[in-house]
């Protein structure tokens, strides 16, 4: 079987995901239509690896809400924006919050299947100009016999997250220290360059300097800061129903939202060598699984026992561990359950401090957790991600 390898991934800076109103500025980003952002990503990638664009023979694209400016099979329009061959096709891939992850796992077994050499995924997410839940329009998504099925009904996902954190035991505190320790760990690296090789600049129309580094990190976060933040998720509907939750969660430690895209080039290691090309890492492991879609933020937990067992690989094996930050008590609940020392996970930060753009976030935390791994030297690394309905992605990636 051939082995499917990332010969490079980029992403943009990330922009807090807020249009623009007559009082207030939006995101950086919010001015810049998806399609734009991503070819511009897709270009950089493209013009980076040098090889010839004719090559690649599908562009796969995570995507969460396929609506608006983000209707029009993005992949597409965005190859076509940035010039690049007209016969290259593409596809829109949504699993939730993994959809780019997804899109890097069909384009790997793509090329480990022989049904493709070269594939580019990515992913997008415009969230100021397509907010989240844009493409329900006040539908009801889930259909009549789920809702019975789960009586007195789904939660939202932050209910999901007050729930984990009262199951596992995880205070206000615990919370608001994952918080600050990941704006800090961002921080860091941005005034430390660990980002430049990941970062390509965006250029935005009536700015005279490209867009070149995340505007969402807060640096000098502390957790005495974030504790006078009130609870997001409390209301009287979920406070009859979970009378025994405490309500920690908040805007200071849940994931923000932003705009983003990334893009991985993704190729058989023969190819790779045959074209001269150096591998910067190959897949060596999938999985994916489901828990239930009340706690829908905990299917981390068994797709990571399940990539682990396909793997052969202990979670000891594993240099660079990243669980998205979609709320504190996601990463903080699967590190208590596989007893990971907090050194390993999120090591540069995550999607608290960086910023959680859906359909891009799967791309992006793969491309920081290879730079990670290179700048380390470590040689595997693992990536899960929560997803809505209790669905959840994982990934291992070994160093070439």
Same mark, same amino acid.
């Given at each position: 079987?051939?082995?499917?390898?990332?010969?490079?991934?980029?992403?943009?800076?990330?922009?807090?995901?807020?249009?623009?109103?007559?009082?207030?500025?939006?995101?950086?980003?919010? +001015?810049?239509?998806?399609?734009?952002?991503?070819?511009?990503?897709?270009?950089?990638?493209?013009?980076?690896?040098?090889?010839?664009?004719?090559?690649?023979?599908?562009?796969?694209?995570?995507?969460?809400?396929?609506?608006?400016?983000?209707?029009?099979?993005?992949?597409?329009?965005?190859?076509?924006?940035?010039?690049?061959p007209e016969h290259v096709p593409s596809t829109t891939v949504d699993r939730r919050c993994g959809s780019s992850q997804q899109a890097a796992h069909f384009g790997a077994q793509a090329v480990m299947s022989g049904a493709c050499d070269?594939?580019?995924?990515?992913?997008? =997410?415009?969230?100021?100009?397509?907010?989240?839940?844009?493409?329900?329009?006040?539908?009801?998504?889930?259909?009549?016999?789920?809702?019975?099925?789960?009586?007195?009904?789904?939660?939202?996902?932050?209910?999901?997250?007050?729930l984990i954190a009262h199951r596992w035991g995880l205070g206000r505190a615990e919370l608001d220290e994952c918080s600050a320790r990941s704006h800090e760990l961002a921080a860091h690296f941005t005034a430390s360059g660990g980002f430049?090789?990941?970062?390509?600049?965006?250029?935005?129309?009536?700015?005279?300097?490209?867009?070149?580094?995340?505007?969402?990190?807060?640096?000098?976060?502390?957790? =005495? !800061?974030?504790?006078?933040?009130?609870?997001?998720?409390?209301?009287?509907?979920?406070?009859?129903?979970?009378?025994?939750?405490?309500?920690?969660?908040?805007? +200071?430690?849940?994931?923000?939202?932003?705009?983003?895209?990334?893009?991985?080039?993704?190729?058989?290691?023969?190819?790779?060598?045959?074209?001269?090309?150096? !591998?910067?890492?190959?897949?060596?492991?999938?999985?994916?699984?489901?828990d239930d879609p009340i706690t829908m933020l905990m299917g981390p937990v068994p797709a990571t026992e399940k990539i682990l067992a396909r793997s052969g690989l202990s979670i000891d094996d594993i240099n660079h561990i990243e669980v998205?930050? !979609?709320?504190?008590?996601?990463?903080? *609940?699967?590190?208590?359950?596989?007893?990971?020392?907090?050194?390993?996970?999120?090591?540069?930060?995550?999607?608290?401090?960086?910023?959680?753009?859906?359909? *891009?976030?799967?791309?992006?935390?793969?491309?920081?957790?290879?730079? +990670?791994?290179?700048?380390?030297?470590?040689?595997?690394?693992?990536?899960?991600?929560?997803?809505?309905?209790?669905?959840?992605?994982?990934?291992?990636?070994?160093?070439?």
């Amino acid at each position: 079987m051939p082995a499917a390898v990332i010969v490079d991934a980029v992403r943009s800076p990330l922009g807090k995901g807020r249009a623009a109103t007559e009082t207030r500025p939006g995101g950086a980003l919010s +001015g810049l239509h998806g399609v734009e952002l991503l070819a511009q990503v897709i270009g950089q990638l493209m013009e980076r690896s040098g090889i010839d664009p004719g090559l690649v023979e599908d562009v796969i694209v995570g995507c969460v809400s396929q609506v608006a400016d983000q209707s029009g099979t993005p992949g597409r329009w965005a190859w076509l924006a940035a010039g690049l061959p007209e016969h290259v096709p593409s596809t829109t891939v949504d699993r939730r919050c993994g959809s780019s992850q997804q899109a890097a796992h069909f384009g790997a077994q793509a090329v480990m299947s022989g049904a493709c050499d070269v594939v580019v995924v990515a992913g997008l =997410e415009s969230m100021s100009r397509v907010p989240m839940g844009s493409a329900r329009l006040g539908r009801d998504p889930f259909g009549p016999s789920v809702q019975e099925r789960y009586a007195p009904g789904l939660v939202p996902q932050g209910v999901s997250a007050e729930l984990i954190a009262h199951r596992w035991g995880l205070g206000r505190a615990e919370l608001d220290e994952c918080s600050a320790r990941s704006h800090e760990l961002a921080a860091h690296f941005t005034a430390s360059g660990g980002f430049d090789g990941e970062i390509v600049p965006i250029n935005i129309p009536g700015c005279l300097t490209p867009f070149t580094e995340d505007e969402t990190i807060r640096p000098g976060t502390t957790v =005495e !800061a974030l504790e006078s933040l009130p609870s997001s998720f409390r209301t009287d509907e979920w406070e009859q129903r979970f009378p025994d939750l405490s309500w920690h969660l908040t805007a +200071g430690n849940s994931s923000q939202i932003s705009d983003g895209a990334s893009a991985l080039l993704v190729m058989s290691e023969d190819l790779a060598r045959r074209l001269g090309v150096r !591998a910067r890492a190959r897949f060596h492991s999938f999985a994916i699984a489901s828990d239930d879609p009340i706690t829908m933020l905990m299917g981390p937990v068994p797709a990571t026992e399940k990539i682990l067992a396909r793997s052969g690989l202990s979670i000891d094996d594993i240099n660079h561990i990243e669980v998205n930050e !979609a709320f504190a008590s996601v990463p903080l *609940a699967w590190a208590s359950h596989f007893g990971v020392d907090r050194e390993r996970l999120n090591p540069r930060g995550g999607a608290i401090a960086l910023g959680h753009p859906l359909g *891009a976030s799967g791309a992006r935390i793969m491309t920081t957790m290879l730079n +990670g791994l290179e700048q380390t030297g470590g040689r595997y690394g693992l990536q899960t991600m929560c997803e809505a309905g209790g669905m959840a992605n994982a990934t291992i990636i070994e160093r070439a």
